[in-house]
Antibody, heavy 119, light 111 residues
Framework: QVQLVQSGAEVKKPGASVKVSCKAS????????ISWVRQAPGQGLEWMGW????????NYAQKLQGRVTMTTDTSTSTAYMELRSLRSDDTAVYYC????????????WGQGTLVTVSS | QSALTQPASVSGSPGQSITISCTGT?????????VSWYQQHPGKAPKLMIY???NRPSGVSNRFSGSKSGNTASLTISGLQAEDEADYYC???????????FGGGTKLTVL
């Protein structure tokens, strides 16, 4: 069965960086893209970007350009999302999700990783 | 402010049908058939319920259906059940550089 297992919760200070991992299993990793979606406490979902696990091509949300980097390691079927220059409003649960058949839907999700930014 | 507009809350009694709307523009909902719907229970990850406006993934109940008219997409849940109580989010492809936008979410209460 398809599974996406994310790394554990993080606490960071403003200005620091965080790198969240997402290990995939149950399917051919390079056949699907991975998107990252975040959710601030009590708020809605926000799409952060997408990476092709086939060739590493990326597309990032405009508001995060320059602060976010998404990568993959095909040898371990793991996707990574790094966010730099953290601010308090980056406090959120970060989800990885497999990109589905349409290319713009997300058919399997990780369990989420809480990133708290606090001084 | 979210790019797609959803009602903050809807409610219905068991067995009834409800519809959640998702309004965008011709640059997203109205221009493409890439509307998806997600169900999210408290403390859980979202679950894909509908993709490409009206397609159901394998395993999703046929009580859930999707449609679109102009710039507004809709999710209809028929035969409401207690376990349908959750937050629902729509999303759409957008022609802007941010390729996917979400609605603000709708809290469904089953009375």
């Amino acid at each position: 069965q398809v599974q996406l297992v994310q790394s554990g919760a993080e606490v960071k200070k403003p200005g620091a960086s965080v790198k969240v991992s997402c290990k995939a299993s149950g399917y051919t990793f390079t056949s699907y893209g991975i998107s990252w979606v975040r959710q601030a406490p009590g708020q809605g979902l926000e799409w952060m970007g997408w990476i092709s696990a086939y060739n590493g091509n990326t597309n990032y949300a405009q508001k995060l350009q320059g602060r976010v980097t998404m990568t993959t390691d095909t040898s371990t079927s793991t996707a990574y999302m790094e966010l730099r220059s953290l601010r308090s409003d980056d406090t959120a649960v970060y989800y990885c999700a497999r990109v589905g058949v349409s290319g713009y839907d997300f058919d399997y999700w990780g369990q989420g990783t809480l990133v708290t930014v606090s001084s | 402010q979210s790019a797609l507009t959803q009602p903050a809350s809807v409610s219905g009694s068991p067995g009834q049908s409800i519809t959640i709307s998702c309004t965008g523009t011709s640059s997203d909902v109205g221009g493409y058939n890439y509307v998806s719907w997600y169900q999210q229970h408290p403390g859980k990850a979202p679950k894909l319920m509908i993709y490409e406006v009206s397609n159901r993934p394998s395993g999703v109940s046929n009580r859930f259906s999707g449609s679109k008219s102009g710039n507004t997409a809709s999710l209809t849940i028929s035969g409401l059940q207690a376990e349908d109580e959750a937050d629902y989010y729509c999303s759409s492809y957008t022609s802007s550089s941010t390729r996917v936008v979400f609605g603000g979410g709708t809290k469904l209460t089953v009375l």
